[in-house]
């Protein structure tokens, strides 16, 4: 699972309030990268970093945002919840140095929100 | 025009059958091509990759790439019940510093006994 956790695993919230999902690597990857998996779209990129203090936006990034003051985490905010944004949110890593082409990802296990 | 297009399916196909899932992409710059399996409410599992022409063979598994065409496909042999999923083409885009990935839609592949 290349080291990678998300928290929290499942999350009920309610439209408007902020919510913030956290995604943990133990391997000091470089590169981090949020998406959202929705039935019909398959997987966006909504940011991404590709290190500490540096990240940049996605295909969707409107109405998140992300920070990054470690290597070993990188956090998605949303900061005030819509029913638009009830997902699966998958967190990824890459490296130039794993794997072969130094482009594989590998993916966390996933949080799945709900707004209501 | 989505950059990596795939058959949504559902693809059916009989326990033993060869299952053959198609992937074109727009971008002739890619160089880096990735299957991935997602079986229903987990993540992605990367299970192949391909960047030169020709065939790439792991166990049941065969990658095939075509740049002039623009197409990559995966071939999965012997299948069984077990490889029922979602499959998962991706791309490489060397169009900004992030190392990215372009996915497409994926193809669901159901096998039956």
């Known amino acids: 699972d290349a080291g990678i956790t998300q928290s929290p695993r499942h999350k009920v919230t309610e439209t408007g309030t902020p919510v913030t999902l956290r995604c943990h690597q133990t391997?000091?990857?470089?590169?981090m990268y949020w998406y959202r998996q929705d039935p019909g779209h398959g997987l966006r990129l909504i940011h991404y970093?590709?290190?500490?203090?540096?990240?940049d936006k996605g295909e969707v990034s409107d109405g998140y945002s992300v920070s990054r003051s470690k290597t070993e985490d990188f956090l998605l905010t949303l900061e005030s919840a819509t029913s638009s944004q009830t997902s699966v949110y998958f967190c990824?890593?890459?490296?130039?140095?794993?794997?072969?082409?130094?482009?594989?990802?590998?993916f966390g296990p996933g949080t799945r929100l709900t707004v209501t | 025009q989505k950059e990596v297009e795939q058959n949504s399916g559902p693809l059916s196909v009989p326990e033993g059958a060869i299952a053959s899932l198609n992937c074109t992409y727009s971008?002739?710059?890619?160089?880096?091509f990735f299957w991935y399996r997602q079986y229903s409410g987990k993540s992605p599992e990367l299970i192949m990759f391909?960047?030169?022409?020709g065939d790439k063979e792991d166990g049941r598994f065969t990658a095939q790439l075509n740049k002039a065409s623009q197409y990559v496909s995966l071939l999965i042999r012997d299948s069984q019940p077990s490889d029922s999923a979602t499959y998962l083409c991706?791309?490489?885009?060397?169009?900004?510093?992030?190392?990215?990935?372009?996915f497409g839609g994926g193809t669901r592949l159901m096998v039956k006994p």
């Open positions: 990824a890593i890459s490296d130039i140095g794993i794997g072969t082409t130094g482009y594989e990802q590998y």
């Open positions: 391997e000091n990857h470089r590169y």
């Open positions: 970093s590709y290190g500490v203090k540096d990240t």
């Open positions: 971008d002739r710059g890619s160089q880096s």
């Open positions: 391909i960047y030169s022409n």
């Open positions: 991706a791309v490489n885009s060397d169009r900004n510093a992030g190392n990215m990935l372009t």
